[in-house]
């Protein structure tokens, strides 16, 4: 973090994304970082740690963590990702619910208003994908959301063609608090580049598998390192599944599937770290790795961390 000196007058807040799975949380985020620091799937649960995205202003700097979608958790893995989410709302300056305005008020809707009871912390209820209604019943959507909850703003947006997106930004800058800059002005995430490098792999497989593989997929980079008189990164990966049949489903016949998943995920870590990239992906098994903590831990998911 950089701590360093900044302007009077100057804002800087943490922002925290919470919604239901696939309301297009870390779509909104890739619109507003302006790259993707994300993955995005139409897949609920995609998102597993908290993701900080850095937008830095002029006069302003917006801390945003994409968390995981709020959902009634069936593994350890799921019960991490629930404390992540839910942490996040004792640690922001505004806290963005995002719903789907394609989708009716359910039980997760339910679910997260009652979280929000102890919060005292200003909540927007940021209703996305409004290009994909009609207006009279965005009218209908947000008279039932205020009967349910007094938010601090409501604000429909598409995430997805950027609609209202900048007026968001400006309610929240409203809301943050004056402070320093905590990051430097062209740093985007917190997270090291090693972990968006594998989280782009794992894009791609739940993208090419769908529904034959389920979220018992995880990414571990191996080996990264760039190769000076080449100007060529090379990356080596490996795919964890929980069953060999899972581990036939992502090589595929004659290892077309695995082939296609890194030709995909090479364009994405290209455009990342900007030079040419040579990468290698290997699939393994290990067995009910969602509920064994030491694998979580290898993994990446660590409790002490929230």
Avoid: C
């Amino acid at each position: 973090m950089n701590n360093q000196t900044t302007p009077n007058g100057h804002k800087s807040g943490f922002i925290s994304i919470i919604g239901r799975p696939n309301v297009g949380k870390s779509t909104f985020l890739n619109r507003v970082i302006g790259q993707k620091i994300a993955i995005m799937s139409d897949k609920p649960q995609t998102t597993r740690n908290k993701v900080q995205g850095v937008l830095t202003t002029n006069d302003a700097q917006f801390i945003f963590i994409d968390t995981p979608g709020i959902h009634k958790p069936k593994h350890k893995l799921g019960d991490f990702m629930m404390k992540v989410a839910q942490n996040t709302l004792k640690e922001v300056d505004v806290i963005l619910f995002m719903v789907n305005a394609k989708e009716g008020f359910g039980r997760g809707e339910e679910f997260i208003l009652e979280k929000f009871q102890s919060v005292r912390t200003p909540i927007f209820l940021v209703i996305n994908k409004i290009d994909q209604v009609h207006p009279d019943e965005l009218l209908k959507i947000i008279e039932s959301y205020k009967e349910k909850y007094e938010f601090s703003e409501i604000i429909p947006i598409s995430a997805l063609e950027g609609n209202n997106v900048e007026t968001l930004l400006g309610q929240i800058k409203e809301y943050i608090p004056e402070g320093p800059q905590f990051y430097p002005a062209d740093q985007v995430t917190d997270h090291p580049e090693r972990f968006i490098v594998s989280e782009l792999i794992r894009e791609k497989a739940l993208h090419l598998t769908r529904e034959e593989i389920p979220h018992s997929l995880a990414v571990t980079i191996d080996k990264m390192e760039r190769r000076e008189d080449k100007d060529v990164v090379h990356v080596m990966a490996t795919v964890i599944v929980e069953r060999d049949s899972q581990k036939g489903i992502v090589i595929g016949k004659q290892g077309k599937m695995l082939k296609e998943i890194g030709k995909r995920a090479r364009v994405d870590i290209e455009n990342l770290l900007g030079s040419k990239v040579f990468l290698e992906l290997w699939v393994k098994v290990q067995k009910d790795w969602r509920n064994k903590m030491s694998q979580l831990r290898d993994f990446g998911f660590r409790e002490d961390e929230y």
